[in-house]
């Protein structure tokens, strides 16, 4: 595709490197500053970081692949997208204040205070490390597709490069860093988006209008529920969209940005505004519908790939839009990842789950170094799943997340819960989720049996997890008054 794909690759990653530096060199460069920033964020800063760390590589990848295989069935995301911060207006401002006033930064830690038990901030800072990994793979996998088809280079190489540069300004920037580069992120992955969004539809078919005129004309089942044949059946595009409402909120990165912001209100500010974010999936959606009309279109997510790398819709500025658009979706949520799993490590497992005694500047270093160990364990992730495809890499990492949601929701508003039931929920849920897992890639039969209604396995394990959690915390002794009054709970 010519050079210009090169040099937007190298300056992009440039300009991001340069400002996730310099945005680290304003503050104090402590433990606190590290993972929350100083809680100096404010409502703009607050919304890029929310928005854009959200939308990931897969988002920008994943969506025309959806639309060019089930349709409309890809309209879900704008409905959970719509919903999802609904839950983070209501108790976000609550952990912003209870973080600030109690020293906490991380979701574990501040649930592990709750039920007292250490044993819950270590088990659920773990899981959350295991869950960034996939997650963290299929950030490097879009970076490496770029890098191979903008550069030659192999997707393990190339992934490398990218993530070399992210981890650099992850360590030495900290939340700052990972802020600022967000907000570059945000803007750019937004104009490219959009510009690809308008400008495809209109070099084929003379404007997104005619564009669907035709898909009504040609291929009216992609524009109906629940989509083209074989497709998701309405109980599982239900169960999909309230499942990904619920756990949501519940990713460690996300929850984690509540203990970054200014005040509690510009928390709910964010909650209220990100919604406006979905903009960024429409002209998505619009370039799925265009491929759909092309004969040959892939139904992977490569399918976007192949659609601007095709000679008639504009050439070697189209496709290096498009690979800055991809960069900028892959770092804005991998930079979070490795932040976020780099501080839950420190904090959740060796600082509060072990109980080692550390100060500030060797939590910093750890932290640091943490970033290093993740970034090498995505590579190896990389290449130990390259044959699982991104729908299983993600099965794995939303199944984990979503298991928080009783320890959390119980715990900020119901005084019974307790520790007792805290620590058995969790165990069930996860323990289910993870032997789901391995039973659909080993055992297709035994998932059968064990899940008839092919659920997501994350909803098996919650519906378990919550049933534990509720019935233990009405059988066992509840936790002291004086222990649940730090947590907001007034006098019964």
């Known amino acids: 595709m010519g050079a210009v794909a090169p040099y937007a690759v190298f ?17 104090s460069g402590g433990a606190d500053d590290f993972v929350t920033g100083e809680r100096s964020f404010g409502p703009v800063l607050m919304y890029f970081v929310m928005g854009a760390m959200i939308f990931s590589a897969y988002a920008l990848l994943g969506t025309p692949q959806r639309v060019i295989s089930k349709g409309s069935d890809a309209f ?23 973080g600030a006033r109690l020293g906490l930064v991380t979701q574990a830690e501040l ?34 597709i770029v890098m191979h088809h903008a550069l030659g280079w192999s997707p393990l190489l190339g992934a490398a490069v990218v993530y070399a540069v992210v981890a650099v300004y992850v360590m030495f920037g900290g939340m700052r860093g990972v802020g600022w580069t967000n907000v570059l992120q945000g803007v750019a992955m937004l104009a490219v988006v959009w510009w690809l969004g308008l400008a495809i539809p209109g070099q084929l078919f003379g404007g997104v209008a005619p564009m669907f005129d035709r898909v009504i004309a040609e291929h009216p ?36 940005k509540c203990f970054t ?11 209220v505004t990100y919604p406006s974010f979905l903009v960024f999936l429409i002209p998505l959606l619009f370039l799925g519908y265009a491929a759909l009309l092309l004969p040959g279109a892939p139904r992977d997510e490569g399918v976007l790939l192949w659609l601007v790398s095709r000679p008639e819709v504009g050439g070697p500025w189209v496709f290096a839009a498009f690979c800055t658009a991809v960069l900028a979706a892959s770092m ?38 943490g970033v290093l160990v993740l970034f090498a364990l995505g590579l190896g992730m990389l290449v130990v799943a390259s044959k699982l495809s991104i729908v299983d890499l993600l099965l794995l990492a939303y199944a984990v997340p979503v298991q928080f949601l009783p320890p959390v ?37 035994l998932y059968a049996w064990c899940n008839p209604l092919d659920l997501q396995i994350g909803a098996v394990g919650l519906v378990l997890n919550a049933i534990t959690m509720f019935v233990l915390s009405l059988t066992t002794p509840p936790m002291a008054q004086s222990h649940l009054q730090r947590f907001e709970f007034r006098s019964p």
């Open 11 to 27: 300056v992009y990653l440039a300009v991001s490197l340069a400002v996730g530096l310099i945005a680290g060199r304003r503050g």
């Open 111 to 144: 649930i592990g205070a709750r039920y007292d038990s250490r044993r819950v901030t270590t088990v659920m800072g773990a899981a959350s490390l295991l869950a960034f990994i996939p997650y963290l793979a299929i950030q490097f996998k879009g970076a490496g």
């Open 261 to 271: 912001a200014r005040s509690a209100r510009a928390v709910q500010y964010s909650a």
């Open 76 to 98: 879900y995301m704008l409905a959970y997208g719509a919903a999802a911060f609904v839950p983070v207006f209501y108790f976000g401002a609550r952990v912003r204040r209870m």
């Open 221 to 256: 089942e992609y524009l109906t529920l629940p989509g083209p044949a074989p497709g998701t059946s309405s109980f599982q595009y239900t169960a999909e969209i309230v499942m990904s409402t619920l756990g949501f909120a519940m990713w460690p990165q996300v929850f984690m």
């Open 409 to 445: 929701v119980l715990g900020l508003y119901w005084r019974r819960a307790n520790r007792v039931a805290a620590e058995a929920g969790l165990l069930v849920g996860l323990g289910v989720a993870f032997a789901l897992f391995l039973a659909k890639l080993l055992a297709p039969g």
């Open 332 to 369: 804005s949520t991998g930079d979070s990842l490795l932040h976020g799993g780099a501080s839950i490590f420190v904090r959740d497992v060796l600082v509060s789950g072990l109980g080692l005694p550390l100060k500030e500047q060797t939590q910093t270093r750890l932290m640091r170094m």
